[in-house]
């Protein structure tokens, strides 16, 4: 391990990010262990070192040309947030058990990030899941006619599911 008990949350932080904009999965897997817990909010938790390697590994085939920025980190002696986002062509192979649509993405996430003696221990990941599904084309677009019939069939359901109670 190349970090030690004196490195700053913030820059394992920036460390992390710049090696996942470059696709070096290596160098960002450095900092985890098998106890850390990614906790992607929109999907669920991934658990342990080879689990999140597994994910990034195949986030990367599915989306060849994933690209990702941070705009900013804040940390302090025990945690950082980093706010980024990222784009890409789900143009690879399956991702999340969902086969490539080609369709181009662009989301905004931020990662919490608690970290100690320079190792991550678990790390909560937002960004709009619903967003991602509506860009790839899993759900309809938001306001279009395919939205405002799921919506309509939903709350036709939900009425009906409130009067049988």
Known sequence: MATTDTTTPSKVARAIFEALSKKDLDAATEFITDDTVDDFVAIGEVRGKPAIRRFFDELLAAFPDFEM?????????????VQWHAA??????????IEATGKHVEIRGVDVMEITAGQVVHNTIYYDGASFARQIGMLPHNGSG????????FN???RFR???S
């Open 88 to 97: 890409g062509s789900f143009s690879g192979g399956k991702f999340q058990g």
């Open 146 to 153: 395919p939205d405002k019939a799921m919506r309509s069939v």
């Open 162 to 164: 409130k009067r049988l």
């Open 156 to 158: 036709t359901v939900t």
């Open 69 to 81: 920025t941070v705009d900013r980190i804040v940390g302090d002696r025990s945690s950082a947030v």
